[in-house]
């Protein structure tokens, strides 16, 4: 099994239907595509809370990495963000599903913790919203957000 199938939308809805998500992005962010095991980690000791994948608006993000000069927490040398950004753009034209984003609620602002590059390739490409994982501190902040988008 590759990684884009081990990785895929279908294995994350699986992963959640069976009670495995944190498992899933666990294995995800330290996986070669994402190079992220350090977040992996923090998550874990955090005792992270996971929803989805659900369908989430692009526009709500606040990236996290970018291009130097950009105001993000990761810069990213410009030709090594243009260079990623273009080989995703390619491998979208030819088929590719993008596994979910990764995304952290805090206060009410919503944070591109894994998936930048993927972000930046669909609103290049036209899209609007994307499958996402949501990351709450704990149940509570997460029931909370269900309670408030409920409606």
């Avoid at 984003?101 to 994307?130: K, W």
Wanted: glycine share 8%; hydrophobic share 40%; charged share 25%.
């Amino acid at each position: 099994m590759t990684d884009d199938e081990r990785f895929s939308l279908s294995s994350a809805q699986g992963a959640a239907d069976e009670g495995r998500l944190a498992e899933w992005v666990g294995a995800f962010l330290a996986s070669p595509g994402s190079g992220n095991a350090e977040l992996a980690a923090a998550l874990a000791m955090r005792g992270t809370t996971y929803l989805g994948p659900v369908r989430f608006a692009l526009d709500r993000l606040t990236p996290m990495a970018g291009p130097d000069g950009d105001d993000v927490i990761v810069p990213v040398a410009k030709e090594d963000w243009e260079s990623d950004v273009e080989s995703m753009e390619q491998s979208l034209e030819e088929g590719w599903h993008p596994p979910p984003l990764l995304v952290s609620h805090h206060d009410g602002e919503y944070f591109l913790e894994d998936g930048n590059h993927r972000c930046e390739t669909m609103r290049r490409a036209g899209t609007t919203d994307a499958w996402t994982i949501l990351l709450f501190a704990d149940e509570v902040e997460r029931d909370r957000f269900l309670n408030e988008h409920s409606s």
